[in-house]
């Protein structure tokens, strides 16, 4: 068996990889040891949590959003299981999607553990421990990412075992709703898991290390996006560090201390969840023997995917950058249209990210704290939903709109909202960064009345100071 490539995994990097390289023409074949296809995006990641939060935002809805509406329900009954099953059937239909496109591109599959054996080998070891080696002219390592451990004060490992003290996997897969959840880390997973236990009934205490939610995002969005979430029944424990947790009958308590050390406290919970990031995995892959160059346990590649060893390169959660599937996917089609002959390419300043709670919270590009940072002086446009009529009509007025363009040059360079559906309108100002556009292109684009997307073009005539509805 001789291929001009092979990928090893198959999440969003990997099999769009192969999936485009087949199209263009090369003799694929991908490598992945679990028993379906897709990775952490397909399987325990992106859609699974999509899944759950669609569910659980209408039984919230039905809950307490009906009435104001004139709708009035009798009070809605949660069928976990039924909700589950929704979980399942929507994952299922993703990674059986994959088999289909695999077979369609004429891709072939191995099933087992890839592992580097020297120039143009890779080794597969099936489930059944038999090793085969296949050949082929170039690799792409797409392995992707496991959960980052947490320790504890004495430095050791706090053990996750996906009943009690749960990884997102556990969290995804619960089978009655906790009393008491406690989640160590405010970040996008974290914040999203809990939104799901807490609209089905939980209460919800997130405990985290920084003084802020959302690490990375835009600081004014966050600190909103905060307050937002504590209306919705959120504690969170900012500045504070988990020191351990203890079983406690059939519970945990959590011991965590304020990060100066001045204060300390126990937490009680019936479920721990710990979303404290992730980190590349890199397992079995022979990577210190075949001489691959590493980084932080990141496969360090060049501005071409290229590793330090000939014909290997790597993608998506295991080499450097934000550890989202849609980054993953883009890197995968710039690798293989690359080794086509042809020139991939992946903009890393246009790469958006969302969280996916009720109301959302998107974002690309730069924020405000960056722009300061890096010393560029920046014009601010900023427009509430609170003054958008579709929003009203649909009681969704939480949030806001921030355009933060270029003070010289009018050029945007960051745009940060909160709001309901802000995940699909932060698209919109993806292509107008991508086609470097600027505030005044925006603010002269007609936007549909009445929609939300009409708070990105007041938010852009704002950058000027002339919006029309505040
Ligand atoms: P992965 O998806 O991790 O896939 C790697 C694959 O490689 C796996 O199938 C693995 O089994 C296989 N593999 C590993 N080693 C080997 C080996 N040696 N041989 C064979 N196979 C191997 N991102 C978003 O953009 N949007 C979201 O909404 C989002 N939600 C998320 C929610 C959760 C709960 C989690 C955990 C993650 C979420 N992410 C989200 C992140 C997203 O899942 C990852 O960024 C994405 O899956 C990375 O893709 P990848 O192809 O690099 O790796």
């Known amino acids: 068996m001789s291929y001009d490539l092979v ?20 003799n694929t074949a991908v490598v992945e040891k679990d028993a379906t296809y897709g990775g952490t995006c397909l399987n325990v990641g992106c859609i699974p949590s999509k899944a759950l939060l669609h569910a659980s935002h209408m039984f919230a809805e039905a809950s307490h959003g009906l009435a104001p509406l004139g709708v009035i329900v009798d009070p809605p009954r949660l069928d976990l299981p039924a909700m589950m099953k929704h979980k399942a059937d929507t994952v299922g239909a993703n990674v059986n999607g994959v088999a289909f496109l695999f077979k369609k591109n004429k891709i072939d599959a191995f099933r087992g553990v890839g592992r580097l054996a020297g120039p143009g080998k890779v080794d597969v070891t099936g489930p059944d421990g038999a090793t085969q080696t296949i050949e082929t002219k170039n690799i792409v390592i797409a392995t992707g990412s496991a959960v980052a451990p947490l320790r504890d004060a004495s430095g ?4 996750i075992d996906e009943k009690l003290v749960v990884s997102s996997t556990g969290a995804l897969a619960l089978e009655k709703v906790p009393q008491k959840l406690v989640i160590v880390g405010a970040g996008v997973i974290g914040l999203e898991l809990g939104s799901v236990w807490r609209r089905l009934g939980a209460q919800v205490t997130v405990i985290e290390y920084l003084d802020r939610i959302l690490p990375g995002f835009d600081l004014e969005v966050a600190s909103r996006f905060q307050k937002v979430l504590e209306k919705q029944g959120f504690a969170f424990r900012l500045a504070s560090k988990v020191t351990g947790v203890a079983q406690a009958g059939a519970g945990a308590v959590v011991s965590c201390s304020s990060v100066d050390g001045a204060t300390s406290d126990k ?3 019936d479920t721990v969840l710990i979303a404290t990031g992730r980190i590349p995995y890199t397992q079995g892959l022979g990577l210190e023997e075949a001489g691959v160059a590493m980084e932080r346990g990141r496969i360090v590649i060049d501005d071409h995917f290229a590793t330090n060893v000939a014909g290997v390169y790597a993608i998506g959660d295991v080499v450097r950058g934000p550890m989202l599937a849609h980054k993953a996917e883009d890197e995968g089609i710039a690798i293989a249209e690359i080794l086509a002959g042809q020139a991939g390419h992946v903009n890393y300043n246009v790469i958006p990210g969302v969280v996916y709670t009720m109301p959302e919270v998107a974002s690309v590009g730069i924020t405000e704290e960056e722009a300061k940072a890096k010393g560029v002086a ?16 649909m009681r969704e007025t939480d949030g806001f709109v921030k355009i933060i363009a270029d003070a010289a040059t009018d050029l945007v360079l960051g745009v940060h909202i909160l709001g309901a559906g802000a995940g699909e309108l932060i698209a919109e100002a993806a292509v107008l960064m991508e086609f470097s556009g600027s505030a005044e292109d925006l603010a002269r684009t007609c936007h549909a009345h009445p929609t939300m997307s009409e708070a990105m073009k007041e938010a852009a005539l704002a950058v000027a100071k002339r919006p029309i509805h505040i």
């Not at 920046?378 to 009509?393: C, D, E, L, M, T």
């Open 7 to 26: 990928v090893i995994g198959t999440g969003p990097g990997g099999y769009v990889c192969a999936i485009r390289a087949a199209q263009l023409g090369l």
């Open 267 to 269: 937490i009680e919970a």
């Open 156 to 159: 050791a490992e706090i053990a």
């Open 378 to 393: 920046v014009a601010i446009g900023k427009f509430p939903f609170s003054a958008n009529g579709r929003a009203r009509a």
